[in-house]
């Protein structure tokens, strides 16, 4: 009974975060994860999760819904021919390689430093997210030869850290290097699924203390919060959308800026033990 009680109340919490986390997707165009990294950290500490490999159990999971919601975000999004594919073919190895690389450190880290890095690269994004403006460039278009070759990884390996998808590093750096924005979110979409398959398929291999796992988790990757947050995120993703084009996103994208940085700030604080 005392199983069932707890999985009754990860369930209704996990509905929660999946719901809000559709919602800002559609509304705002920000991947779920920047979203679900923290809020399964708060879900899984509360229901007495809070081990040394929660982070770790945090990134994995939020990768895994990753995979679902960017391949059909790709498919989309090529329906109506906005994915770069020549920027995907030329991006997509080093980036893959990148997320190889990030697996193989998240692993050996332990958790309180995932937490300082969530929390050090979230205030970036929300800093860019509040701050950044469309008209600024680093060039007339996306990196070649060496550049590419360490940029690429990069975005990959950053991105596995934080357990989110190609979002929040690639659409930044496509629109610095001069890539429309529909077209650098189509793109980054397909990112995301590069970063995804090859890090989930490592974090399936991580073992976790059973003592220190909710129910039915494989490797890192805890099935009853991928199915959950899955299934809301598909219901509420289309109302974000909804709420997109009745109103401007502009001052809502700010305000979730904020959000993010004070969520960033409070992940930095708890793993610097204040």
Known sequence: MP????LAQMGLMLMVIGAFAGVLAGLLGVGGGIVLVPAFFYAFQTLGYGGPQLMQ????????TIIVTSVRSVLA???RGAVDWEILRGWGPGIAVGAVIGVMVAAS?????????FGCLGIVIGLYLGFGRSEWRLGEAMPRGIRRVILSPLVGFLSVLMGIGGGSFGVPLMTLYNTPIHRAVATAAGFGVIIAVPSVAGFLLYQIDPAQRPP???GAVNLVAFGIVIAMTMMTAPLGVKLAHAMD???LRRVFAVFLTLVA????RKALGW
């Open 77 to 79: 999004h090529n329906r």
């Open 57 to 64: 159990m945090c990134l994995a999971t939020s990768l895994a």
């Open 3 to 6: 199983d069932m009680m707890l």
């Open 265 to 268: 700030l409070n992940m930095l």
């Open 109 to 117: 880290l332990r958790s309180v430093t995932l937490q300082a890095v």
């Open 216 to 218: 039915l988790t494989v």
């Open 249 to 251: 996103p502009k001052p």
